[in-house]
């Protein structure tokens, strides 16, 4: 109601104006008014001239009467062009149609024989409808003029000999004009304070249901409404986002948004009592957990559905575990160092012998090999237990990009044949912490190399930006190495799981959590053709304006 009160506008003087809801109920109110001044005014007009109504229409004067009941009707028609025109106000119209109701049914009266003709009970319907309009003491005015006029019709007759005079009918006729104004404006009055508490109710509903939308459109978990026949009614931006930003919209099915979501939910609608188990909408995408609820009754058919990402609770719950493991190893880290360095420098010594045959120095290799593992391993432990929470900076995609590829090319071991680097545009800018982002991203090189047997036969490519699949920058680390099985696939992330027997099983777990401290979603997607693609999804990012 609300809405549709604030969209109506009437012109004044060419122009548009938006009508305020108190202003509104006037001019309704006076067209009701006068649809009734109208009616009467013809009605007369057709009795009068028909013979048809009451014999004592006009009976004192005819002539004046048919004189009044044309001027009446013309002022009538003139009053309905003014609230056409919307000019002058209503309050104001209400006034003039006032002293021309009370005018003209006196004298209408007076020619019809005077009180008795009982025409001046018109004149309480016409001071009833001022009222809903006027409010106030402006109706107790008219009342108290509508009451003079009657009296001092009466007095017009008395002084001229006129028959039939009626003061006690005449007084009483004017209690009835102030008693009528009176009612009038206490109903009125409480007719007012319902709508006005009516409309504050409404507006009130409408601002919790913008703050409900609001809530449902940014809280975490994944929310869908489905009719009996699975079309979609309504799915927020995190369910649209964990299904993996599907195109179909509302009034669409949801076979065409999830087949995966589509296929629980009808297991579901046969035994609401099961659990469906977890499900991806989206190859690599997060693993989700589906809770269903009816709408209003069974029979009804409408579900609603809850959506959460349990990678999320996962993650958080193996945080908590490493938290409490991280600082043992640690504690246990340091321990071991020292008998370490003293096995490693033992080595180092028996290595210096001169006295050493050949299967002597292949067990000191091994002593120093498996030394410098261990030693690397601790090191990776220790570091995740000193872990800084990184220092996050705007970063130039592409011309970062560009410097750390020379920097690998020049420090890692890789040429320019092997390297290659894609980035558009050239205005995006991501936030993260530098030397954070380039542990990462070298650590994925390293990785790539490290896979291949031949690493001259090395393709290296790092490609991005911002593309249409995404509302966000990304980054591929694109190699042609042998990939990774989907079973291993699952486990790379997690800490010292390798499928490299001289790997530590750290090294894409501490990438995974550097990535995570700077809002950047680390993902592997494996290569059509073989190969393997490490993508970078970074959702804290601005576009540079390129006219600064």
Not at 56 to 83: C, E, H, M, N, R
Not at 103 to 131: D, F, N, Q, R, Y
């Given at each position: 109601m609300n809405s549709r009160l604030e969209s109506l506008q009437h012109r004044i003087g060419g122009k548009e104006k938006r009508l305020d809801p108190d202003n509104l109920l006037h001019w309704r109110s006076l067209r009701l008014f006068l649809l009734y001044r109208i009616t009467l005014v013809l009605a007369l007009l057709y009795f009068f001239y028909s013979g048809t109504g009451p014999?004592?229409?006009?009976?004192?004067?005819?002539?004046?009467?048919?004189?009044?009941?044309?001027?009446?009707?013309?002022?009538?028609?003139?009053?309905?062009?003014?609230?056409?025109?919307?000019?002058?106000?209503?309050?104001?119209?209400?006034?003039?149609?006032?002293?021309?109701?009370?005018?003209?049914?006196?004298?209408?009266?007076?020619?019809?024989?005077?009180?008795?003709?009982?025409?001046?009970?018109?004149?309480?319907?016409?001071?009833?409808?001022?009222?809903?309009?006027?409010?106030?003491?402006?109706?107790?005015?008219?009342?108290?003029?509508?009451?003079?006029?009657?009296?001092?019709?009466?007095?017009?007759?008395?002084?001229?000999?006129?028959p039939g005079v009626r003061f006690a009918q005449a007084g009483f006729l004017g209690t009835v004009f102030f008693a009528t104004a009176l009612l009038t404006l206490v109903l009125s009055g409480r007719a007012r304070a319902s709508e006005a508490l009516a409309r504050a109710r409404a507006d009130e509903l409408g601002q919790m249901a913008k703050i409900n939308e609001y809530v449902i459109q940014h809280m975490r978990t994944g929310v869908l409404v489905l009719d009996a026949d699975d079309s979609i009614l309504m799915i927020n931006n995190p369910a649209w986002h964990l299904l993996g930003m599907p195109t179909a919209a509302v009034g669409s099915s949801l076979q065409s948004a999830s087949p995966e979501l589509s296929h629980q939910i009808q297991h579901w609608r046969k035994d609401i009592t099961s659990n469906p188990p977890t499900f991806q909408s989206q190859r690599q995408g997060p693993e989700l957990k589906a809770h269903f609820r009816p709408l209003g009754s069974r029979d009804a058919g409408d579900v609603l559905i809850f959506l959460e990402d349990t990678t999320q609770i996962t993650r958080e719950a193996l945080q908590m575990k490493l938290a409490s493991l991280g600082r043992l190893t640690a504690s246990i880290a340091h321990e071991i160092r020292n008998p370490l360095g003293a096995i490693s420098h033992a080595s180092q010594l028996f290595d210096e012998s001169p006295d050493l045959n050949p299967a002597d120095k292949r067990l000191t290799e091994i002593i120093k090999t498996n030394s410098a593992r261990v030693n690397q391993v601790i090191e990776n432990v220790l570091q995740l237990s000193r872990r800084s929470p990184g220092d996050p900076k705007p970063i130039h995609l592409k011309p970062w990009f560009e410097i750390l590829s020379k920097e690998l090319i020049k420090n890692h071991g890789f040429n320019a044949k092997t390297l290659h680097t894609q980035i558009e545009p050239a205005n995006c800018q991501i936030i993260a912490d530098t030397e954070q982002l380039r542990q990462v991203v070298s650590n994925l090189c390293n990785n790539a190399m490290e896979a291949m047997d031949d690493s001259n036969s090395l393709k290296l490519l790092i490609a991005g930006g911002l593309t249409k699949e995404y509302d966000h920058p990304v980054v591929d680390i694109i190699d042609n190495g042998p990939g990774i099985e989907p079973e291993a696939a699952k486990q790379i992330f997690e800490p010292f799981f390798t499928t490299r027997n001289q790997g530590t099983g750290l090294g894409l777990y501490i990438a995974k959590e550097l990535c995570e401290i700077n809002s950047i979603r680390l993902e592997y997607i494996p290569g059509p053709t073989g190969g393997s693609c490490f993508r970078l999804h970074f959702n804290h990012w601005r576009r540079e304006d390129k006219t600064r």
């Open positions: 014999d004592f229409l006009g009976q004192s004067d005819p002539k004046l009467f048919a004189f009044i009941i044309t001027l009446y009707t013309g002022l009538a028609i003139l009053s309905v062009l003014f609230w056409y025109w919307r000019s002058p106000k209503p309050e104001h119209q209400a006034y003039l149609i006032l002293f021309v109701d009370i005018s003209a049914i006196t004298l209408l009266m007076h020619t019809s024989g005077g009180v008795e003709s009982g025409m001046g009970m018109l004149i309480a319907v016409s001071i009833t409808g001022g009222a809903l309009i006027m409010g106030g003491r402006a109706a107790l005015l008219f009342a108290a003029l509508a009451a003079l006029a009657v009296i001092a019709e009466q007095l017009y007759d008395y002084f001229n000999g006129i």
